[in-house]
């Protein structure tokens, strides 16, 4: 989609192929029937962009909910943009620095569609939204203005690493992690670059910048805070906040809100006891497994390593958990008699600090049988191990 066929999208024709686009494609219509179908009533360009637009909003319905409905997104300002939850966690943290007037003057630059723009005008800030892409632009603005949010939202073109976010009270960056080769994970390689961020953090009083969960930690800025947050077990993102009066490391749970951060805990190393607890990727991602291993009375198999046994049950959201029935070093062939003599047929597979290629594994294992287990594949010093589990559940006492 060029910026020209967006844009008409926004007039009143637009918006009528856009609800005709939409009506389409919920009655189960074949993208070559609705496009023939919309054609019949639209010239063929709009019509092109209004299916493109409502195919979007169908997959932005996962991620967005009921805000989908109303907003507009580009492929990969869709695939890139911020989870609401994730965005309004973070635009509270914000919020909370302006005192009881208001939030803080926001400058956001690298805005894309509008993930964090939105959240933070959600939350009382108000925001001056900067983008390289003229269409993304467009797509910020028109998504501020199908929210209601226009007054405190304001998106305009311009090259982040122009920006001056002196005048504000604090610069959210959200670098662009994707390059003409697919997504990148050296921050060097970022648009702008980490320098330019960088120089951008320097001349802030405050600054929250959005960075991918596997950030190298010598990118981190000394005194800074680093907040990895994970929502519903999956870790989908980290944050580097700087001026806020905080520093170490932090791991966040959404959408409980629960949160961790260093303590100085060290966790001792010891067998294999009853329990095994799985920490959440945040707290693995920010180097709080001791700080979990002290929350279930626990500790490590091996220091290497991020798994936690306990002879204690202790329900905490920080940890999945298991019950070990059986510990084994490592082979193929007693793994599989084990399986057989249990009848197990199914099989859930877990690994760290295991060369184990998992579905190899899943194949040679030859399974058979009624029963399920959970395999968990793991280093105790230099020996590979196998521990058989069974999950811990709501239910269980």
């Not at 990895?228 to 905080?246: D, F, L, N, P």
């Not at 058979?368 to 793991?378: E, K, P, R, Y």
Request: aromatic content about 6%; overall charge neutral; some cysteine.
């Amino acid at each position: 989609m060029d910026l020209d066929a967006f844009r008409m999208l926004l007039t009143p024709a637009g918006r009528g192929a856009l609800d005709e686009a939409v009506t389409i494609l919920a009655g189960g219509a074949d993208p070559v029937a609705a496009a023939s179908a919309l054609r019949r009533g639209h010239p063929a360009d709009l019509a092109a962009a209004a299916l493109t637009q409502a195919s979007l909003r169908r997959r932005a319905e996962a991620k967005f909910g009921p805000d989908a409905a109303v907003m507009y997104f580009t492929p990969h300002g869709l695939e890139q943009a911020t989870r609401p939850e994730v965005a309004a966690h973070r635009a509270a943290r914000i919020r909370a620095t302006g005192g009881p007037a208001g939030g803080p003057a926001v400058l956001d630059v690298c805005c894309g569609i509008g993930g964090d723009l939105l959240a933070l005008a959600r939350a009382g800030c108000a925001v001056d939204a900067v983008d390289l892409d003229p269409l993304t632009v467009e797509v910020a603005r028109a998504n501020a203005a199908a929210l209601g949010l226009s007054s405190l939202a304001g998106v305009r073109t311009g090259d982040a690493a122009l920006a001056d976010p002196g005048g504000y009270g604090l610069l959210f960056a959200d670098p662009a992690r994707r390059g003409a080769r697919g997504r990148t994970f050296d921050p060097m390689a970022y648009s702008p670059t980490w320098p330019v961020v960088l120089d951008l953090v320097a001349r802030a009083p405050a600054a929250c910048l959005k960075v991918a969960p596997g950030i190298p930690y010598e990118f981190i800025p000394e005194g800074a805070e680093a907040e990895w947050v994970s929502y519903r077990g999956e870790v989908k993102e980290a944050a580097i906040w700087t001026g806020m009066g905080t520093g170490g490391r932090r791991a966040t749970l959404l959408p409980s809100g629960a949160t961790l951060t260093a303590s100085g805990a060290e966790a001792e190393t010891g067998p294999v006891s009853r329990y095994l607890y799985e920490p959440d990727g945040a707290a693995v991602r920010a180097h709080l497994v001791a700080e979990v291993a002290a929350l279930v009375s626990g500790r490590l198999v091996d220091p290497q390593i991020a798994y936690i046994t306990s002879d204690r049950l202790v329900r905490t959201e920080w940890t999945s958990c298991y019950e070990v029935t059986d510990v084994m070093p490592f082979s193929l062939k007693r793994l599989r008699a084990a399986l057989r003599e249990r009848r197990v047929g199914a099989v859930t597979i877990k690994k760290r600090g295991s060369a184990v290629d998992v579905e190899r594994l899943r194949k040679d294992l030859r399974l058979s049988g009624d029963n399920s287990l959970v395999i968990v594949l793991t280093r105790i010093g230099e020996r590979p191990f196998a521990l058989l589990c069974q999950p811990v559940t709501s239910d269980d006492a």
